[in-house]
């Protein structure tokens, strides 16, 4: 089976959009015809297209694959292909393939229309001007060709004329716009633009919002439209970069990629290698106190270490004692920290602990024990 193509070119011509009508079966024959047509209409600078397929009810692969083919070349000048008006069957299988991740799809013409127009920033006219274009008939092996005064006039004929009168014609004056309810791709469209960092709920809060009206829609639809025009975006920012910016090479982006990835292996390199390192010093320290904690168990079982207090000094605070039993802890320091006792620097406190153990913390105890004649004390 076969397939009817129409083609005709609506809108101004700074922004001239060509209209692909299909009706009947898009298979492998009629596959090439249609690729013919867009060939045509791409070499000749029309890459604004809309396909309308209200009146397909099947496409097979080959037909979905001449859209995937001819896409990266339209986005790559500047333009882009989009779909209209698909009946119920064939949309489910648009998403089945999940072919509407990078082709956008509208239920009408008019919306794809408008979608094309407010993009180029040029304003929508109720009168619209519209051009037929016949299609190229495939040519006939052993067919004589008709009179050339009667012979329909190609597509190549027809767009070449156009594009002249588009480069002839001044540019028009922008007349103010009419005001008109955004669909939900162009309402998410402008949050992305203005915050590209925006993730699918995000968006819906946004669209919640009174800006937009209260708009609710569905998160799957919601997420494969925020996903397309990411896309999208992505896509137009690499193929028409701005002014001053060096266009990307072919190879570059895998190249940086590449780059990247090499210098994330070598941090993971280097993470690894301080781990290690981390490891070795962790098995290091432990190892210490496990010697420190052996050393200090030897030093008690061998009774060292049972007291920090150093020298106890008690022969020389007794020997001051028998002398002059009177002195108190204060006095005892001072006789303690001159030269006759090789400056021994003891606090009070600590002189009234030895007195204390040794009975002679009260001045009656230790003029007893002067009277007594006291005893010998060692350290």
């Known amino acids: 089976?076969?397939?009817?193509?129409?083609?005709?070119?609506?809108?101004?011509?700074?922004?001239?959009?060509?209209?692909?009508?299909?009706?009947?079966?898009?298979?492998?024959?009629?596959?090439?015809?249609?690729?013919?047509?867009?060939?045509?209409?791409?070499?000749?600078?029309?890459?604004?297209?809309?396909?309308?397929?209200?009146g397909v009810n099947y496409i097979s692969s080959a037909g979905w694959g001449i859209f995937t083919g001819q896409i990266k070349e339209v986005r790559s000048r500047g333009g882009d292909i989009k779909l209209a008006a698909m009946q119920?069957?064939?949309?489910?299988?648009?998403?089945?393939?999940?072919?509407?991740?990078?082709?956008?799809?509208?239920?009408t013409v008019e919306e794809a229309e408008k979608r094309f127009l407010r993009r180029l920033g040029i304003p929508i006219s109720p009168v619209k001007e519209t051009i037929m274009i016949q299609p190229e008939e495939p040519e006939v092996e052993e067919a004589v060709p008709p009179p050339l005064e009667k012979r329909a006039p190609?597509?190549?004929?027809?767009?070449?004329?156009?594009?002249?009168?588009?480069?002839?014609?001044?540019?028009?004056?922008e007349p103010p716009p009419e005001k008109r309810e955004l669909t939900i791709e162009e309402k998410v469209e402008e949050i992305l633009q203005e915050n590209p960092t925006y993730g699918v709920w995000k968006v819906r809060k946004v669209l919640r919002s009174a800006r937009y009206g209260h708009t609710k829609v569905g998160l799957r639809r919601l997420h494969l439209v925020v996903k397309s025009l990411r896309q999208e975006l992505a896509e137009r920012s690499v193929s028409a970069p701005s002014k001053g910016?060096?266009?990307v090479q072919p190879g570059a982006e895998k190249d940086e990629w590449a780059k990247l990835k090499e210098e994330r292996a070598k941090l993971d390199?280097?993470?690894?290698?301080?781990?290690?390192?981390?490891?070795?010093l962790r098995e290091e320290w432990e190892k210490v106190k496990r010697e420190r904690i052996a050393l200090i168990k030897a030093r008690r079982k061998a009774g060292f270490g049972a007291s920090r207090r150093g020298p106890t000094h008690f022969n020389e605070i007794v020997k001051i004692v028998k002398q002059n039993p009177q002195l108190g802890p204060k006095s005892i320091q001072r006789e303690l920290s001159t030269s006759a006792y090789g400056f021994i620097n003891l606090s009070a406190s600590t002189i009234y602990r030895r007195l204390r153990?040794?009975?002679?913390?009260?001045?009656?105890?230790?003029i007893r024990f002067a009277s007594l004649g006291g005893g010998t004390m060692t350290d």
């Open 1 to 54: 089976m076969s397939a009817e193509i129409s083609i005709r070119a609506v809108g101004p011509p700074e922004g001239r959009i060509c209209i692909v009508e299909v009706r009947g079966v898009l298979d492998a024959e009629s596959a090439d015809d249609l690729e013919k047509a867009l060939t045509t209409i791409i070499e000749k600078g029309l890459w604004r297209v809309i396909v309308d397929l209200s």
């Open 269 to 280: 390199e280097e993470r690894r290698l301080l781990e290690r390192e981390r490891e070795k």
């Open 245 to 247: 910016t060096p266009a």
């Open 88 to 107: 119920p069957g064939v949309q489910e299988v648009f998403q089945l393939l999940e072919l509407d991740y990078f082709i956008q799809s509208f239920d």
């Open 357 to 366: 153990e040794r009975g002679l913390n009260t001045k009656e105890k230790r």
């Open 154 to 173: 190609s597509l190549s004929e027809e767009v070449a004329p156009l594009m002249e009168e588009e480069q002839k014609l001044p540019p028009r004056g």
